[in-house]
Nanobody, 118 residues
Framework: QVQLVESGGGLVQPGGSLRLSCVASGSVFGFISAMAWYRQAPGKQRELVASITTTGGTTVYADSVTDRFTISRDGAKNTVYLQMNNLKSEDTAVYYC??????????WGQGTQVTVSS
């Protein structure tokens, strides 16, 4: 089993920045092909924010965060980061770390709250 623990959420003013971290631990049958960040705002469906492959480091971003958010990973620390700049009120949500396993299976963290408000 893989455990994912997020940190770094909090309250920030519009235009501010936060960096989320997700530390992965445990063992996996197969291998982890990608890590990702999702978010879920109240009353809305969970949506993909950004993803990064574990081989090659290919990244994908939601249109709403392109040029503001950056996903990265440190393989030696089993950690994936989400640098969030120029935060907007619409970025307010619970952010979840995700690991995609081959054979196909999704692991999830417990989530960290990000609130953007003045």
């Amino acid at each position: 089993q893989v455990q994912l623990v997020e940190s770094g959420g909090g309250l920030v003013q519009p235009g501010g920045s936060l960096r989320l971290s997700c530390v992965a631990s445990g063992s996996v049958f197969g291998f982890i092909s990608a890590m990702a960040w999702y978010r879920q705002a109240p009353g809305k469906q969970r949506e993909l924010v950004a993803s990064i492959t574990t081989t090659g480091g290919t990244t994908v971003y939601a249109d709403s965060v392109t040029d503001r958010f950056t996903i990265s990973r440190d393989g030696a620390k089993n950690t994936v980061y989400l640098q969030m700049n120029n935060l907007k009120s619409e970025d307010t949500a619970v952010y979840y770390c995700n690991a995609k396993r081959i054979p196909l299976y999704d692991y999830w963290g417990q989530g960290t709250q990000v609130t953007v408000s003045s």
